[in-house]
């Protein structure tokens, strides 16, 4: 009677640690994100500074210090030579999207789109604070990038260090599945990056050249936009081309209706050959699963959750596979 009561004690206090754990977890979310997002830019250090071991025998640490410095450089030479066209682009892209948003409105009716708002906006949410509401968020998801980079910087330089540590707050017999395991995430997500990368680099240029082609305004900022909302999968290119199309609008319907052509023609370009391509050597997830993923993800922690759901969908889908699935499966 005294076994049984204490076996029933021990689980009750089980539940209530879990219990405990998910609600700090919920609380830290944010943290754990910043964290998250740290990891990911130490991985991107990490497999830039493979590539110079290849081209240099140097050692770990000093060849993700030279990655880190080699990738700043390209960066702070790129804001020195096309800084201020980028900066004069930006400035313009901001005073002509409002005019572009009504031109828009006026063309498909404002009850239409307001319909429309009401059905995806929470009650008497107007568009003016969801539009606040949304720089707001990105004004925090830039400063929280700040933090990761530097984050990622200190993981990067001695990144055993970190894991070693995590791996031992767990317990002894889980030790090396969970290593064997993170190793295995690690590689797919490093892989997962580098493709997306690929991708990215690819849409700028491609988006670059062809409104500049098409005669549309701040071609290169929305270049740059387009690049970088290709970070977030599948939602990320519709998310691109909207502000594209709507600038369009403003120089005429033939070139709005242009535009709407291009990036139809380049998203069939990019996912049947480029994305394939740059996702040969990386982690294959069905779409499915990354669009419902990215949609959990946004709603759970919003703007930074969309923004880090791809490499999250990665990291749930190698953890699953490589600690659930496959063990199941060879056993």
């Not at 050249?209 to 071609?219: D, N």
């Not at 999968?233 to 319907?253: R, S």
Request: charged share 10%; proline share 5%.
């Amino acid at each position: 009677m005294t076994g049984s009561f204490a076996q029933f004690s021990l689980r009750v206090l089980i539940a209530i640690a879990l219990v405990v754990c998910a609600l700090l977890i919920w609380q830290l979310q944010s943290v754990l994100l910043l964290i998250f997002a740290a990891v990911v830019v130490a991985v991107v250090l990490d497999a830039f500074g493979n590539a110079l071991r290849k081209l240099a025998p140097v050692p770990e640490g000093v060849s993700r210090l030279l990655a880190g410095i080699l990738i700043a450089s390209v960066l702070i030479g790129a804001a020195l030579l096309f800084g201020r066209q980028i900066s004069a682009q930006l400035s313009q892209l901001g005073d002509t999207l409002p005019p572009a948003w009504e031109n828009f409105v006026d063309w498909a009716g404002p009850d239409r789109v307001e319909s429309v708002i009401d059905d995806f906006a929470p009650d008497g949410t107007s568009l003016a604070s969801m539009v606040q509401t949304m720089f707001g968020a990105l004004t925090d998801a830039l400063s929280g990038l700040v933090v990761a980079v530097l984050g990622g910087v200190y993981i990067a330089i001695n990144p055993k260090t970190y894991h070693k540590g995590a791996i031992t707050l767990l317990p002894q017999r889980a030790r090396d599945r969970v290593d064997a395991a993170s190793r295995e995430t690690g590689k797919a997500l490093r892989d997962w990056l580098l493709a997306q990368l690929i991708s990215m680099l690819a849409t700028f240029l491609v988006v670059y050249l062809g409104l500049t082609l098409l005669g549309v305004p701040s071609a290169l900022a929305l270049a740059i936009l387009a690049g970088l909302f290709e970070f977030v999968p599948l939602l990320g290119p519709v998310l691109g081309a909207i502000p594209a199309v709507l600038i369009a609008g403003t120089v005429g319907i033939d070139t709005a209706l242009w535009t709407i052509g291009f990036f139809i023609v380049w998203q069939q370009i990019e996912g049947n050959a480029v994305a394939p391509l740059a996702m040969k050597f990386a982690v294959e997830i069905p779409p499915a699963i990354t669009l419902f993923c990215l949609l959990i993800f946004g709603v759970l922690f919003g703007l930074p959750g969309l923004l880090l759901g791809g490499p999250l969908t990665v990291l749930l889908w190698m953890t699953i596979k490589t600690l659930w699935v496959e063990p199941r499966a060879s056993g």
